[in-house]
């Protein structure tokens, strides 16, 4: 163990532990930016800063480890002001139209900004505007909101394997961005949402295609509905104040009809129906000497994977549609011909916790007529 003071605290933590984890551990808030569990820890930011005595310079706790004896102070004047003028020059090459984004009230730097009492901004607005990518039916990325702290582009190499974002060029023309300034639709992108999972501003957003479901919501001539996924039903009761954890899929049920779904089922049915025609598959493919192993096809990031990376194993997977696909699949056919309707007077939408799940709608192939989509539309929960 290590002793240390921490504001004039003395506290004891192990040898290993950082600054920051230290401050964390005995309830002192350091404020970061490029920092996230999980992730490496690169210190581009340098929101963390901390006065250290007997070190001439300011040091970042998320990299700093700690040392016998140190004594740290987290506010002082030095420090304040450094992170002041750093969330400022931040801001000053930032889209600040925190009204029209989507992490507005939950964005890391709008809430940084008020913490440190930042109303009016020293520095003139340089923001020089690019292209917003959104070629693609899962992900928006937006340049103008990038803080370049390099969350997505670790957790995309480091954590997904994937490789698609990088940071280009250096100083003030440094930039986050797929290969060559391309969109993330012509890179071996899979959807699966981790970056705009870690980001911190609204820079990377699921694409929202709620205005869309509305439309279709106050349409008499459609008849609209909704499946729900299986982790939907937990997270969504953390949104609306329930105990983590809790499903309360009566609430959910009642929040759609209420809403205006004409009816509501949950993708546990397809699920099950998944299982039986995988089961059904892998004993044929047993009896006939088929491909083995058998793999499953329910998550369209892994597709997306396996055709672009790895198209060796394509023969391992198994050639039923996912539970998602299935219940579309079901609505357009069964139900439509049991209700006496055609697949255009029915309309799909999944509610799922995945983006890959958007562009697996999407897919040209994912229809049983060639002409109408198993899925019409997706909303995700990220």
């Not at 004891?12 to 230290?22: G, H, K, M, Q």
């Not at 030095?78 to 000053?92: C, G, P, Y």
């Not at 370049?148 to 957790?155: A, L, N, S």
């Not at 697949?343 to 562009?359: D, H, L, Q, R, W």
Request: contains cysteine; proline residues 5%.
């Amino acid at each position: 163990m290590v002793n240390l003071q921490i504001n004039g605290k003395n506290v004891s933590v192990d040898s290993n532990t950082t600054i920051l984890e230290a401050a964390k551990q005995n309830n002192i808030k350091i404020p970061t930016l490029c920092h996230y569990p999980d992730l490496h820890i690169n210190s581009d930011c340098r929101i963390c800063v901390v006065e250290i005595e007997g070190y001439r310079t300011l040091k970042t706790s998320c990299s700093t480890p700690v040392k016998e004896g140190m004594k740290i102070k987290t506010n002082t004047p030095k420090v304040l002001n450094a992170r002041k003028t750093i969330t400022e020059l931040i801001l000053s090459n930032h889209d600040a139209n925190c009204t029209a984004c989507v992490r507005n009230m939950k964005c890391e730097l709008q809430s940084l900004a008020n913490t440190l009492g930042i109303d009016v901004n020293r520095f003139e607005n340089v923001l020089e505007r690019k292209e917003i990518d959104d070629h693609n039916p899962s992900l928006v990325r937006n340049p103008n909101r990038c803080i370049k702290c390099g969350r997505c582009v670790d957790v995309c190499n480091s954590v997904q394997g994937m490789h698609v974002l990088e940071s280009m060029g250096r100083g003030h023309d440094m930039e986050i961005t797929p290969a060559f300034g391309r969109y993330l639709s012509g890179e071996f992108c899979t959807f699966c949402g981790q970056c705009a999972n870690v980001c911190p501003v609204g820079a990377i957003v699921e694409k929202d295609n709620t205005d869309i479901v509305w439309g279709k919501l106050h349409d008499p001539s459609i008849t609209v509905m909704v499946q729900i996924a299986p982790a939907v039903r937990v997270s969504i009761g953390e949104e609306i104040g329930l105990e983590s954890g809790l499903i309360d899929i009566g609430k959910m049920v009642a929040g759609m009809k209420a809403l205006g779904f004409n009816n509501v089922y949950d993708t546990d049915f397809t699920a099950d129906l998944t299982i039986m025609e995988e089961g059904t598959e892998l004993i044929t493919r047993i009896k006939n000497k088929g491909v083995l192993p058998l793999m499953t096809s329910c998550c369209p990031g892994w597709i997306n994977l396996a055709e672009q990376e790895y198209p060796e194993v394509l023969p391992n997977i198994s050639s039923c549609k996912s539970p998602q696909q299935m219940f579309g699949t079901l609505a357009k056919t069964y139900y439509a011909n049991k209700m006496g309707k055609k697949p255009e007077e029915i309309y799909v939408v999944s509610v799922m916790p995945c983006t890959a799940k958007k562009y697996e709608a999407a897919r040209e192939e994912l229809t049983s007529d060639g002409n109408h989509p198993d899925v019409d539309i997706v909303l995700t929960t990220i």
